[in-house]
């Protein structure tokens, strides 16, 4: 079975443009997670989806990150504008429902110059 | 949430066992604890869940005293391909469903 995809795995961009992420969870898992991760730090939740709904996007900064999972499968994350700041492994994970074990995928590392 | 302190970092030898120890005082009454594991370049993964006593699977043991206030990881006889970054997290319960990393224990294990 094939576990979370997520495409690019690497992304370059210059500041003030636009990126997008990927995210292709396992099959039948309704819960959806993306957390940033910075150098030499945990993860951080960005946003969770239950199925097509963001149930917490407490932490995701709405001026310029926005997230989709159209039909509740598949999941993109944006950023526009980019700021140097951004630069991080994006990292999105799956699990059956809320409180099961989650799946990570290897997770997209975007450099901002 | 119930925060968890656990150390920065730890350095093995092969075949050595390996105990990573994290606190989590203000745990609560449906609180799991749970280890994850990330290898440089990859996500987490999953190692272990356990609410109290022991658990074992093929990977590793998990020990959990009485009070849940902290919790012991025990890795049997580490290689070179346990070095990675463990991770502790409280919650994981169908009222508590975030997974709340904190910067997790570096283990280093060497030849």
């Known amino acids: 079975e094939a576990g979370v995809v997520q495409s690019p795995r690497y992304k370059i961009i210059e500041k003030k443009q636009p990126v997008a992420f990927w995210c292709n969870p396992i099959s039948g898992h309704n819960t959806l997670y993306w957390y940033l991760q910075n150098l030499g730090q945990g993860p951080e939740l960005l946003i969770r989806?239950?199925?097509?709904?963001?149930?917490?996007d407490s932490q995701l900064p709405k001026d310029r990150f926005s997230a989709e999972r159209l039909k509740g499968v598949d999941s993109t994350l944006k950023i526009q504008p980019a700021e140097l700041g951004d630069s991080a492994v994006y990292l999105c994970a799956s699990s059956l429902r809320r409180g099961s074990e989650a799946f990570f995928g290897q997770g997209t590392r975007l450099t901002v110059v | 949430l119930a925060k968890t302190t656990q150390p920065i970092s730890m350095d093995s030898y092969e075949g050595q066992e390996v105990n990573i120890t994290c606190s989590h005082n203000n745990i609560a009454t449906n609180d799991y604890i749970t280890w994850y594991q990330q290898f440089p370049s990859q996500g987490p993964r999953f190692i272990i869940q356990g609410y109290k006593t022991k658990v074992t699977n093929e990977v590793a043991s998990l020990f959990i005293p009485a009070d849940r206030k902290s919790s012991t990881l025990s890795l049997p006889r580490v290689s070179l391909s346990d070095t990675a970054v463990y991770y502790c997290?409280?919650?994981?319960?169908?009222?508590?469903?975030?997974?709340?990393f904190g910067t997790g224990t570096r283990l280093q294990v060497f030849p």
């Open positions: 989806y239950e199925n097509e709904e963001a149930v917490d």
């Open positions: 997290l409280v919650g994981l319960t169908y009222n508590t469903d975030k997974l709340i």
